[in-house]
Nanobody, 119 residues
Framework: VQLVESGGGLVQPGGSLRLSCAAS????????MSWYRRPPGKERELVAR????????SYAESVKGRSTISRDNPKNTVFLQMNSLKPEDTAVYYC?????????????WGQGTQVTVSS
């Protein structure tokens, strides 16, 4: 199993980023996918999740209205589009895969990608 995030980087406040997570080694469409983040000095937090079919999504209040999670099952990839970025969005972002679409800890994790929002 492999989850590889990409798309992080340095962006100015108000800017946008699109994170991608390429999955392999499991039946991607059967797994709910999620994005977590760990801000500097803080605990990991759930940002967004999406069901295997893509029909169900949910977001943390801190990103609701500014972020969109989506997936491309034929390409085994999940995305997180983030707009109107704020300095407090600075974190390492991780994607996770879980058999169930619930709030449990993912079964598989990526290595993370750094997002820094700063002027």
């Amino acid at each position: 199993v492999q989850l590889v995030e990409s798309g992080g980087g340095l962006v100015q406040p108000g800017g946008s980023l699109r994170l991608s997570c390429a999955a392999s080694g499991f039946v991607f469409s059967r797994y709910a996918m999620s994005w977590y983040r760990r801000p500097p000095g803080k605990e990991r937090e759930l940002v967004a999740r999406i069901s295997g079919s893509g029909g169900l999504t949910s977001y943390a209040e801190s990103v609701k209205g500014r972020s969109t999670i989506s997936r491309d099952n034929p390409k085994n990839t999940v995305f997180l589009q983030m707009n109107s970025l704020k300095p407090e969005d600075t974190a390492v972002y991780y994607c996770g895969a879980r058999w169930f679409y619930d709030l449990g800890i993912p079964d598989y994790w990526g290595q993370g990608t750094q997002v820094t929002v700063s002027s």
